[in-house]
C-alpha cells in the first residue's frame, strides 16, 4: 500500500479481475504470452481474440492448464461450433485457483482457521464475416477478407467471506489474405463490477486495446507474430523508488525516467513459429515488459523470453510452453485440443 502513491502508471495493481488477462492457451504462451492476431486450429485462442474462431475449428474442444508462479493454478476450456451462415459460437470458462492462506487478525494473530480465494468466469463468444451480415457488407472482396467478433463474460470472485459479480466484454476485428497476412485489432475486458467486495467500492476492469499482425513467410514455413497491447494507455513505466540515477560529481539522487523508445517497446510483444512439418510445431517469443517489471534488475538472464511445441499426436494437437519470468521464477503451460468429430461413431451403409 505504501507505494500506490509512486505506482499509480502501472497498469496492473489498478482494477479487478486481472485474472481475465492470463495467457488463454499454450500455443501464445510460447510466443511472449499474447498474440493479437494468432492462428492455429486451438479452440482457447477465442479467450484472447472473439473473431478467430472459424469453420476450421468446427466442433473443436480445448483444454490449457498452468500451474503459475507461487503454486497458483490457472485454466481455461472451450468448445467451438461453426453454423454456416449464422456464423461461428464459442463457449467456454476460466479459473484461477490461488490456494489455502491460513486465517489471521490485523495483528498477525493465526486463528487455526483458513480460508481460499478464487476467480472463475464464463464465455459466450460469436463471429462471423461480413459477408454473412448483410447489413455490415461492403464489397464482395472485402466482405470475405474481415471477420467480427464479440465475447460475454460472467465473472464471479470470491475470497474468503467476501466475494464480487461482474460483468465484461470483448469486441474485435480480423482481416487475412491469402498471402497469409493477418491483422487484428480488439478492446477487451469492457464492463462492470456488478457485485463489489464491499459494499459501495466498486473498482475498474482491465480494459485494453491491443492490435497485432502476423505473417507466414511464403518461401519458408516460418510465421512471424508482433502485437501491441493497452494502446489506451502510452506510459506503462512506473516510478521504482529502488531505481535511482546517482549524480558522480553533487551525490544528488534521482528516480530514473524513460523515454520515448523505452515506452514504446513495453507497448510491444514478439513472436516467431517455425512449422517444418504439418504434425510439428516450435515457437519463441519475447515480451519486453515483462522482462522489464518481472526481472531482477541484478540478474536479468532471461526474463521476458518464452518457448514452447507443438505436436500432433493420433487425433490430438498437444501444446507446451515455458514462459522465463525472471531467474527465480517460471511457468509451465499445457494445451490440448482435439476435434470432437473425430471421436464419433460414423454409421456406413451396407
Not at 511464403?218 to 506510459?235: Q, V
Not at 513459429?273 to 538472464?301: F, H, I, T, V
Request: proline content about 4%.
Amino acid at each position: 500500500m505504501l507505494l500506490c502513491c509512486t505506482a499509480y502508471a502501472q497498469p496492473g495493481g489498478s482494477s479487478t479481475y486481472d485474472f481475465l488477462n492470463l495467457i488463454p492457451s499454450a500455443s501464445t504462451g510460447a510466443m511472449g504470452g499474447v498474440q493479437a492476431a494468432a492462428r492455429g486450429n486451438d479452440a482457447n485462442l477465442f479467450f484472447q481474440n472473439p473473431s478467430v474462431p472459424d469453420s476450421s475449428m468446427d466442433n473443436q474442444a480445448a483444454l490449457s492448464m498452468v500451474r503459475y508462479l507461487a503454486s497458483v493454478k490457472y485454466g481455461h476450456a472451450a468448445y467451438v461450433r461453426h453454423c454456416g451462415n449464422a456464423g461461428t459460437y464459442a463457449a467456454g470458462m476460466q479459473f484461477a485457483y490461488y490456494g489455502n492462506f491460513p486465517e489471521a487478525s490485523e495483528n498477525g494473530e493465526l486463528s487455526g482457521n483458513t480460508f481460499s480465494a478464487g476467480d472463475y468466469a464464463l464465455y459466450l463468444g460469436w463471429a462471423n464475416t461480413l459477408a454473412n451480415i448483410p447489413w455490415l457488407r461492403i464489397n464482395d472482396r472485402i466482405d470475405t477478407s474481415i471477420s467480427v467478433g464479440v465475447s460475454l463474460k460472467t465473472i464471479y470472485s470470491s475470497m474468503a467471506e467476501y466475494y464480487s459479480v461482474g460483468l465484461a466484454g470483448d469486441i474485435a476485428a480480423t482481416y487475412q489474405n491469402p498471402s497469409g497476412f493477418r491483422a487484428s485489432m480488439l478492446m477487451r475486458n469492457m464492463g462492470k463490477e456488478l457485485r463489489p467486495y464491499r459494499s459501495g467500492d466498486r473498482e475498474p476492469l482491465p480494459f485494453e486495446i491491443q492490435a497485432g499482425v502476423s505473417q507466414r513467410l511464403k518461401r519458408a514455413p516460418i510465421a512471424l507474430y508482433l502485437t501491441a497491447r493497452h494502446l489506451e494507455k502510452f506510459d506503462l513505466t512506473y516510478s521504482d523508488p529502488g531505481n535511482v540515477n546517482v549524480d558522480p560529481l553533487t551525490g544528488e539522487s534521482s528516480i530514473k525516467t524513460y523515454g520515448f523508445m523505452e515506452k514504446t517497446m513495453r507497448h510491444l510483444v514478439a513472436g516467431m513459429e517455425l512449422m517444418p512439418s504439418p504434425n510439428l510445431s516450435l515457437r519463441a517469443g519475447y515480451n519486453y515488459q515483462r522482462r522489464k517489471e518481472m526481472g531482477y534488475r541484478s540478474k536479468m538472464g532471461m526474463a521476458g523470453l518464452s518457448w514452447g511445441i507443438g505436436l500432433k499426436v493420433f487425433r490430438f494437437q498437444l501444446s507446451y510452453a515455458m514462459g522465463i519470468y525472471n531467474a527465480a521464477g517460471t511457468a509451465s503451460q499445457f494445451s490440448l485440443s482435439a476435434n470432437v468429430s473425430d471421436f464419433c461413431i460414423r454409421k456406413t451403409s451396407k
